[in-house]
């Protein structure tokens, strides 16, 4: 069974400095990886994924992750954090073709920003 | 509306009751997932549709737990002879068909039994 582990629950940085969050996933297969971000009263808003490909991949609002098979981990990075940062952050490994969008989600980082 | 769709925003019901909650996903999205969180939790896997069938409803607890998609386009989440335990926030989101593709998330709805 697939499963993924964040061993940050809290994570608390000054505005400005840099930013990783440690993911590490359990999967039989090439996995589907995605990084979501959960503000307060929001939706989860997905900040990018890795199918294939190029490993280390972009997304939104600035962050970038890189896929290492061999520590099993999808770290998310970003070089200069901001206060509107401030949420729970939530990596997850999806089911692949057959699945489609049938996620595992860690249990989540909340990020702090100090101002 | 431009996202999906989750109602009621909020629920309170007694132990023992019976609760519908309501996703409208994104309009053209064949795919349909609902998920549960519970406090402290990151989302779990409850349901996904495909069109109107169920294509794997292994994250379902238990027989009090059903959900339909009778026309391809809503969904509803029923839950019988409600517990404590249910008590959670629960996540509807739509995509495209295929892996390939993004899920967008409702905002859910948060479940209280009291």
């Known amino acids: 069974a697939q499963s993924v582990t964040q061993p940050d629950i809290h994570i608390t940085v000054s505005e400005g400095a840099s930013l990783e969050l440690r993911c590490n996933y359990s999967?039989?297969?090439?996995?589907?990886l995605f990084w979501y971000v959960q503000s307060p009263g929001q939706g989860l808003q997905l900040l990018l994924k890795?199918?294939?490909?190029?490993?280390l991949v972009q997304g939104i609002k600035g962050f970038e992750a890189e896929f290492k098979r061999s520590q099993s981990s999808f770290n998310l990075r970003k070089p200069s954090v901001h206060w509107s940062d401030a949420a729970e952050y939530f990596c997850?490994?999806?089911?692949?073709?057959?699945?489609?969008?049938?996620?595992?989600f860690g249990t989540g980082t909340q990020l702090k920003v100090e101002l | 509306g431009a996202g999906v769709s989750q109602t009621p925003s909020n629920k309170v019901t007694e132990k023992g009751k019976y609760v519908e909650l309501r996703c409208d996903p994104i309009?053209?999205?064949?795919?349909l997932y609902w998920y549960r969180q519970s406090l402290g939790q990151g989302p779990e896997f409850l349901i996904y549709?495909?069109?109107?069938?169920?294509?794997?409803d292994s994250g379902l607890p238990n027989d009090r737990f059903f959900a339909v998609r009778p026309e391809g386009s809503v969904s509803t989440l029923k839950i019988q002879r409600t517990e404590r335990g249910d008590s959670a926030v629960y996540l509807c989101?739509?995509?495209?068909?295929?892996?390939?593709?993004?899920?967008?998330f409702g905002q859910g709805t948060r479940l209280t039994v009291v």
């Open positions: 989101a739509s995509s495209f068909a295929g892996a390939n593709t993004e899920a967008f």
């Open positions: 999967y039989g297969a090439t996995p589907y």
């Open positions: 890795y199918f294939s490909g190029d490993t």
């Open positions: 997850a490994v999806g089911a692949g073709a057959g699945g489609g969008n049938k996620l595992t």
């Open positions: 309009s053209g999205h064949t795919a």
């Open positions: 549709f495909q069109g109107t069938g169920a294509a794997d």
